[in-house]
């Protein structure tokens, strides 16, 4: 510990502290533009200068290190001198535009200049103006107003791991801009906004919608990922204008995914394919809009039909793993009121068979936040910068820290991560090699090897990855979406939680959606005789009841789950959103809120509860799904559906449980191991594209509009290129058995095994391909 | 080719042949690699050779006049991995020792590399030559393989246990790269500009290692004061301004080039030289260090010495030893106008002050220059400059104020005349003159 002491005041603090984190901490602000508490010290706005004992000049408060016993002065005239001296020559060059500028009301160069700025300037030359920059659909740029901080150039550089923007040019001239024609393109580039202290780069998909000062603020949570981020959703007239990160140092840091900063405008989708707002029977084959008593009075008709008819066991529940923990609660305790156990949430999970093997609710098997400790990591089956973004920086800094990163998995895309060593297989051989690893950890730790895994010869990939592991004190197995969907995805958990155990480390699994623990917990889960989300769609069900979902597009296998919804005869549909698919399958839809528009939980990836209130009132005749299964319940008499608010759902959902979930836990007991990896053609990589993930970020303009929402192609690599002799660009018709094709360009992608081609689930093009785990004819077109 | 005139040639005994005598062969016949087959056959230590160099108060010739064993010392001994790195960046205007170092004697920066190299237990080298002396970098290039080829560079140097080796690099033209850690980032292939510091080079220099930059005149020196004693280097010159300077005089005198002589030549020697002034016009001015050092009136400069003590003592800094000397013709005002324009066009733009406030006194000299100026002008600069200086990260800044300062300080009626009346105090005929008489002489010089 450092003593010292700042404008008379003493403080102790930690070996290494700079001036300005020491002053933070004891509440004194020091001006500053360039410093970030997550990025580099670059010292060079010189906002900073403090008076510090015995130094002839001013120093950077960012860039000074505490020294025992130091003095320091940030309102002595010679700090405040040298402060007001940069604030004149921040703002001679700067348009002074704030009326028209976007940042203007939340600027800190507008807030600074009000402590720091004269009246009137007595720079009386021409300003300069630099060129604006195109960064893509998200960022929009006022270079001229930039005053060359180089936050958002560290950021790229530092957080989202590749330099996609740098300074060019000396002196007056320098610019901050992006490689020569390229954008920013990063999925985490809206960050950038955020960083600029100025109205140099602000959202495009917001400026000039509202000021700063018009929003009302409300705190909620991010309903992608597993990660729960939290968010400030800000609105106007029931609008949701936009969304910032709120700070949560334990989930999402400072920072925000540009799926979850911007798939608001998914929220004011219209048309066709936009938001539902008015609840919709079909009568004779046409859909007309209804109250919402006709609507749920048609619904609970249909459901109690047939389960009087058939039986409960004939409805079906498909649940939206980004539903929330008191939708889902709701939907399984109506379900299981009308007899059926047919209930899942897990619809891109194409493996079950761990259901009555697990010990508990799958989760991340640690804190979110110690992911930053573990030194050797190795993750498993995982397009670990698309589909988990802000985990995958957080294992880039530990990467950066020394750690390290090992991947298995079935395509090599450049994660921005140092990784220590890295196997790249085909789908069908990565239970294989992750029972090699196990193998070779067990023979470098001197543990006994598994009979099953006996047999089998350990390759270099597997050796390197596991001499990694086995290098490190604290380690962790992580198992990604590729993993989960995987056709032995509880092969790779029971291997998993074996090299964990043998490790002495850590095992989880990254959790796809925001409820993707929640669903467990609310028990959306197949009961007793009950069939999963892939059985229920295989063996077709007379009605089912449809929450929050695409299922064409959200399930694994999209083209069987569209043939045995439109085969049903009743399909209740419970969704903010509507679509052709929907209009041609449902008997019923019932307009309900997105998460922007209704109370709510979501259990994160590590079990943490996290509840949120509306943001706004439900659009039109919207309504909280909570509300909606509630009467329905009513109308159909099912016992215990006496609920007065979203709370009193939660409550029972939760039976007792407060700030984490319990019951988590990755083992698998008396589980038979599944090796087998024959296969005859081309196996499929598919990935589910970060844009294309679930019902809301689909609808969201601007993010359809960025790089990562490109046309889905046929990648493979350059030998499967020429073994099917066609070249990148090709036409080719890709089929998966049946006798549905679909038609693709070649992509080169240097990083897929041999005879793999990859092409992206969850996109309207490809949902023709059926299972995403396949094996796929191609030839050219 | 008589450019040189010393009165006890020392690093530029070698330049007497001209372009004829730089070659490995002419250094070692001029007794060149002597000391470094002392050094390594003596198995003198890392210590005593340091010592020897605190001895000879060498202080570093780039300009900031650091001294050089007390820079070496500061090298980690445990470090793995150090470099040694040489600054030719030489971007100052006015000065042009370090090209005509390299072109008439680049052996003598090698073995001086080498040298420190051993003494600060660093392997490898590099000699930043920047990019206008394209011919000199390539002249480096063929002197490292004579080098090479001799045993000079490489693994077990000469069959010692010491293995070094040296490259050259040469940078793209930006005045900056000239500030070490600027160096070192465009050495490393990004964006020249400044580090903060601390952590110094000696810490964290080139790839993060600790590393030694020196000037090239500061490695040329080392051969010679090891082969006379750093007591004997250091009577060559004063107490704590040891041995020879090499000075670059330009403007106007008679016979403009580089002049090697002890610390503590009085100016007026110098001057006499350089051949006295052309056309035996009164001396004006002088900037005593290169560009950014403070202008110093004829009267003040002809009472200095030409060492760092004296120099500072008068107000101005011995900087890189760049004399530029101006005659009466010279306008001070257009003289500024030209120097901002450089200090505006070379700042790197990292650092606020030095981006916005190296245009803005451009921009107001040139106004001034124009017949635009204001009476509250003179203050304005003042002020701008008061706001530079010492506020970023390197003192490319203060580089750029110092001028605007001395100039208003020395030459204030100049500037007051021409904000009053619009035009110049020295008259444009007089000046055209001038400059005229600069270019017909320099073609004589030449010829």
């Known amino acids: 510990m450092l003593e010292i002491e700042i404008d008379g005041k003493t403080l102790q603090v930690a070996d290494g502290s700079t001036i300005i984190e020491a002053a933070h901490q004891m509440g004194t602000y020091i001006p500053h533009f360039c410093y970030h508490k997550k990025l580099s010290i670059a010292a060079n706005c010189r906002m900073c200068l403090v008076q510090v004992e015995k130094a002839p000049k001013p120093m950077p408060a960012c860039a000074t290190p505490v020294t025992n016993g130091m003095k320091v002065f940030t309102h002595s005239e010679l700090a405040v001198k040298a402060q007001k001296g940069v604030m004149e020559f921040l703002l001679i060059n700067h348009p002074l535009d704030c009326p028209i500028c976007d940042q203007g009301g939340e600027c800190q160069l507008q807030d600074l200049a009000v402590g720091y700025g004269e009246s009137a300037s007595q720079y009386q030359e021409e300003k300069r103006v630099v060129p604006d920059k195109d960064l893509g659909p998200l960022v929009s740029t006022d270079m001229t107003r930039c005053i060359n901080c180089t936050r958002c150039i560290r950021f790229t550089a530092e957080i989202a791991g590749f330099m996609e923007l740098g300074q060019s040019f000396r002196g007056e001239h320098a610019e901050v801009m992006p490689f020569i024609g390229k954008t920013v393109d990063t999925e985490l580039s809206g960050n950038i906004i955020d960083l600029c202290p100025v109205g140099a780069l602000t959202s495009k998909p917001f400026r000039f919608s509202a000021r700063t000062w018009e929003l009302s603020r409300r705190k909620s949570v991010s309903p992608h990922d597993g990660l729960g981020s939290n968010l400030i959703m800000q609105t106007k007239h029931d609008r949701v204008m936009r969304v910032l990160p709120l700070e949560n140092e334990d989930i999402n840091e400072c920072w925000l995914t540009d799926k979850e900063r911007f798939s608001y405008q998914g929220l004011n989708s219209q048309g066709d394919n936009g938001r539902l707002t008015k609840p919709m029977v079909k009568q004779g084959g046409e859909w007309k809009e209804v109250d919402w008593n006709v609507a749920l009075d048609y619904a609970s008709h249909a459901l109690r039909d047939v389960a009087k008819t058939h039986g409960g066991a004939a409805i079906g529940g498909l649940l939206s793993p980004h539903a929330t923990l008191e939708e889902m609660y709701l939907a399984q305790k109506l379900l299981r009121g009308l007899g059926s156990e047919n209930i899942d949430f897990r619809l891109r999970q194409s493996d079950f068979s761990a259901d009555g093997h697990r010990r508990g609710t799958p989760w991340l098997g640690i804190k979110i936040a110690d992911i930053g400790r573990l030194d ?37 895309d450049d994660l921005l991560i140092k990784l220590a060593a890295r196997a790249i297989a085909a789908p069908s051989q990565l239970p294989a090699v992750l029972a090699q690893i196990v193998k070779a950890v067990c023979q470098l730790k001197g543990a006994a090897v598994d009979a099953a895994l006996a047999g089998i010869t350990v390759s270099t990939e597997a050796q390197a990855i596991a001499q990694s592991l086995v290098s490190g004190s604290n380690s962790g197995i992580l198992l990604g979406n590729f993993a989960q969907q995987h056709p032995q995805a509880a092969t790779l958990q ?288 | 080719m008589a450019l040189i005139d010393t009165i006890s040639p020392l690093l530029t005994t070698g330049w007497s042949k001209g372009d004829a005598g730089w070659s490995l062969k002419d250094y070692e016949a001029r007794g060149g690699y002597a000391q470094l087959k002392r050094i390594l056959s003596s198995k003198m230590t890392q210590d005593e050779l340091i010592a020897e160099v605190k001895k000879s108060s060498l202080r570093g010739r780039g300009g900031a006049g650091f001294p050089t064993g007390l820079k070496w010392s500061f090298m980690p001994k445990a470090a793995p991995e150090k470099y040694v790195v040489c600054n030719t960046d030489e971007g100052e205007p006015g000065t042009f020792k370090d090209r005509d170092l390299l072109r008439y004697d680049p052996h003598s920066t090698i073995e001086g590399m080498i040298i420190a190299g051993y003494a600060v237990g660093a392997k490898r080298g590099y000699n930043y030559i920047h990019g206008e002396i394209f011919d000199i970098y390539q002249r480096f290039e063929e002197a490292l393989d004579q080098a090479r080829a001799a045993g000079y560079l490489g693994e077990r140097i000469l069959g010692s246990d010491f293995s070094f080796d040296l490259f050259a690099h040469h940078g793209w033209g930006a005045y900056i790269c000239g500030e070490e850690t600027g160096l070192l980032e465009s050495i490393e292939g990004k964006k020249g500009q400044p580090r903060y510091k601390p952590p110094f080079p000696a810490n964290f220099g080139l790839y993060g290692k600790p590393t030694t930059i020196n000037n090239t005149e500061t490695f040329a020196a080392i051969p010679f004061i090891l082969g006379m004693g750093g007591e004997a280097y250091l009577n060559l010159g004063k107490p704590n301004n040891g041995g020879t300077k090499l000075f670059s005089v330009s403007g106007h005198v008679n016979r403009p080039g580089n002049y090697e002589v002890p610390m503590g030549t009085p100016f007026a020697k110098l001057l006499e030289m350089a051949g006295g ?28 010495t030409m060492d760092y003590d004296s120099i500072a003592k008068a107000g101005s800094m011995l900087g890189s030893g760049a004399v530029i000397v101006m ?114 002489s320099s073609v004589a010089r030449v010829a």
């Not at chain 1, 190795?378 to 020394?402: E, T």
């Not at chain 1, 669903?519 to 069900?541: C, D, F, I, Q, S």
């Not at chain 2, 002034?277 to 200095?304: T, Y």
Request: neutral net charge; proline residues 4%.
């Open chain 2, 277 to 304: 002034m052309r056309g035996g016009r009164k001396l004006k001015a002088v900037i005593p260090g290169g560009s950014s050092a403070p202008v110093l009136p004829a009267d003040v400069m002809m009472e200095c």
């Open chain 1, 376 to 412: 050797r990591v190795l993750v498993v089956g995982s397009f670990l910068r698309k589909d988990h973004p802000l985990i995958a920086q957080r294992l880039r800094q530990s990467a950066k820290g020394g750690a390290q990163i090992s991947v298995l998995h079935s395509a090599d």
């Open chain 1, 494 to 781: 029971a291997l998993g939680h074996r090299l964990a155990s043998v490790l002495g480390g850590s095992f989880g699994f990254l959790g796809e959606a925001a409820n993707s623990v929640g669903g467990y917990v609310a028990k959306a889960v197949p009961g007793a005789g009950g069939l999963n989300a892939a059985a229920m769609l295989k063996e077709p069900r007379q009605a089912y009841v449809v929450v929050g979902a695409e299922p064409e597009l959200d399930c694994a296998d999209g083209a069987q789950a569209l043939a045995s919804l439109t085969k049903a005869a009743a399909v209740v549909v419970l969704s903010p959103f509507k679509s052709q698919a929907m209009l041609d399958y449902a008997a019923v839809l019932l307009p309900v809120s997105p998460f922007s528009e209704t109370s709510g939980t979501f259990v994160n990836t590590e079990g943490r509860v996290q509840s949120f209130y509306a943001a706004a009132k439900p659009l039109g005749e919207t309504r909280p799904a909570w509300k909606v299964l509630r009467v329905l319940g009513n109308l159909l008499d099912v016992a215990g559906f006496e609920f007065n608010s979203s709370e009193d759902v939660r409550a029972e959902a939760l039976g007792g449980q407060s700030d984490f979930v319990s019951g988590l836990d990755n083992g698998v007991d008396a589980f038979t191991l599944n090796l087998s990896a024959t296969v005859n053609g081309f196996e499929r990589v598919a990935d589910v594209p970060i844009h294309f993930a679930d019902s809301l970020v689909r609808r969201a303009p601007a993010l359809q509009q960025a790089r990562d929402s490109a046309t889905p192609t046929a990648r493979m690599n350059a030998a499967t290129l020429k073994k099917l002799g066609v070249a990148t660009g090709d036409r080719v018709r890709v089929g998966a058995g049946g006798t549905a094709t679909v038609t693709l360009s070649t992509q080169l992608d240097a990083g897929l095994p041999d005879g793999t081609v990859r092409v992206a689930a969850a996109h309207a093009d490809t949902v023709a391909l059926g299972p995403m785990s396949s094996v796929l004819n191609v030839e050219k077109a």
């Open chain 2, 327 to 440: 005659d009466e013709t010279v306008c001070m005002v257009k003289a500024l106008e030209r120097l901002s324009y450089f200090y505006f066009e070379e700042s790197c733009g990292q650092c606020t002050p030095c981006r916005e406030g190296s245009g803005w006194l451009y921009r107001v000299v040139h106004r001034i220059e124009h017949g635009q100026g204001r009476p509250e002008d003179l203050d304005l600069l003042n002020r701008v400059t008061d706001n530079m200086m010492g506020k970023t990260i390197c003192a490319l800044a203060d580089a750029a104020a110092f001028p605007v300062r001395s100039f208003i300080k020395h030459f204030k009626s100049e500037f007051e005349y021409h904000i009053e009346h619009k035009k110049c105090l020295v008259d444009p005929e007089v000046q055209r003159a001038g400059s005229g008489f600069f270019r017909a």
